[in-house]
């Protein structure tokens, strides 16, 4: 314990360390964590695409099991991760793939079965081209998923075999498809640092400066990944996104992620700077009684499910937090669609007949504000806005990249101003402008500048010469 201490004094003194950034921005990629768009037909995954596209989601993470022995992707599951390629596609959809182990006792320790891991995540990308983001394992820090977590003498033992394992599978998917993004980590928010017991595991924060101290045992100079996964979990359902700090433990949540920058940042040489990859984060709902008939066994007293309405106000937290934080590239929540055990997880936005939570349309909505800029402030965010015009008859359209407050001016050249129009347009929606261009022949010109409303960068000033109407 007293080591977690010092460690935890270690990651809040490099937390000055960690060079200023504006925020992640629009750019996320905000998605669901969905296996049920795996599926052997292509109208069946593009189904469950469509459910989770209509949701707002775009990004989907799945996962593929590698099992001892194999080091080829087999025929069906080529046929499997095809269909889902070609559903993202066509509801233009990023996919991340975790590639990884079902459990502990088929944990990839052995350097004949890292080998054989490595190359089985090699012809996952070789055989299905579309899929450009892997993740390696999952959640290597606990003993569901690896084992052992500790040697005889209490030290760890999981971080330097993941090293390895993340190594040999970085190498191997590279050699394949270079332009592959090899995520590492995928590491869970809590553990306790203690060996022995029934359920040895590790924090992330012991872990990643573990797993960073293996880096550099290991003499390798090259990288060990592109970017890292994580998974922010609060400690329960009940607890909201921006109360779930922990300065004084070794938890990492989603409100922890100066903490969790500060760990990377003091274990590998790009640390502070490396890319963050949310794979999942979940808030399961309460199930009303009209459709408990949908589901089976009996919710554990820990998860302290929510209604429907805190679900959504909570998605919503986890939107703007992670819109605020410089390093992350993308949130997926767990899942779209519920999971029928009710000991599993309830944190769709879909029930498990998929039809519709109430909270649905608030989360949709706070998907769509973040790609348009405008789902929160951060200090120090600019965005720039791209405005385009065009022009039919008399009519004038407006489409903003991002939401946009505008500026209108008609002018009959050489320099007469005609009107002056002030408007907001949503983003990538065409507005039409409350102006129109006069019939009269003559050189007209539209002086239109435009601005993000809540994180603004300098207005964008676009000059547009105009046919008369």
Not at 350 to 357: E, I, Q, S
Not at 386 to 391: C, D
Request: contains cysteine.
């Amino acid at each position: 314990m007293r080591a977690s201490i010092l460690r935890i004094s270690t990651v809040v003194a490099a937390l000055a360390l960690a060079p200023a950034a504006p925020a992640a921005g629009p750019s996320l990629v905000l998605g669901a964590t969905e296996d049920a768009v795996r599926s052997v037909t292509l109208a069946e995954s593009k189904t469950q695409m469509d459910l989770l596209a209509l949701a707002g989601f775009r990004g989907v993470r799945i996962t593929q099991i590698w099992v001892p022995g194999e080091r080829s992707l087999s025929d069906h599951d080529e046929t499997v991760l095809d269909n889902v390629a070609a559903a993202a596609k066509l509801a233009n959809v990023t996919v991340l793939t975790s590639v990884m182990n079902a459990g502990s006792r088929t944990t990839p320790v052995s350097e004949q079965d890292q080998l054989e891991f490595a190359a089985y995540a090699a012809s996952v990308v070789k055989r299905v081209p579309a899929l450009q983001i892997v993740i390696v394992g999952n959640e290597p820090n606990l003993n569901r998923y690896w084992l052992p977590q500790f040697n005889e003498d209490g030290s760890d033992a999981a971080a330097p075999a993941y090293e390895s394992l993340l190594a040999l599978t970085y190498d191997a998917v590279k050699a394949a498809a270079p332009r592959v993004t090899v995520l590492g980590g995928a590491v869970s928010p809590r553990g306790g640092d203690v060996g022995g017991g029934i359920r040895p595991t590790h924090s992330p924060t012991v872990f990643i400066h573990d797993l960073g101290q293996a880096y550099r045992d290991s003499g390798r100079t090259t990288p060990l990944m592109d970017g890292f996964a994580f998974h922010p979990y609060e400690d329960n359902s009940s607890i909201a996104p921006v109360d779930g700090t922990h300065p004084n433990s070794t938890t990492i949540a989603l409100a922890d992620y100066p903490k969790l920058v500060a760990s990377l940042g003091e274990a590998f040489p790009d640390g502070y700077s490396m890319p963050i990859w949310y794979d999942e984060f979940g808030v399961e709902s309460q199930i009303p009684a009209a459709k408990q008939d949908l589901y089976t066994a009996v919710e554990p007293a820990t998860t302290k499910p929510v209604p429907e309405a805190t679900q959504a106000a909570y998605y919503r937290q986890a939107v703007q937090l992670v819109f605020c934080q410089p390093n992350v590239r993308g949130l997926f929540l767990f899942h779209s669609v519920d999971e029928k055990d009710l000991t599993a997880w309830q944190s769709g936005v879909y029930f498990a007949d998929g039809t519709p939570k109430s909270s649905l349309p608030a989360v949709k909505l706070a998907l769509e504000q973040s790609r348009r800029g405008v789902v929160t402030h951060c200090d120090g965010l600019e965005l720039t806005v791209l405005p385009k015009v065009s022009q039919k008859g008399p009519v004038l359209t407006l489409t903003c990249d991002l939401d946009c407050s505008y500026v209108a001016e008609l002018y009959r050249l050489p320099g007469r101003l005609i009107v002056t129009k002030r408007g907001r347009a949503i983003g990538g929606r065409p507005t039409t402008l409350p102006l129109r261009v006069p019939v009269a022949k003559g050189q007209y010109r539209l002086r239109l500048t435009a601005v993000a409303p809540v994180n603004p960068a300098p207005p964008t000033l676009k000059l547009v010469a105009l046919r008369h109407g």
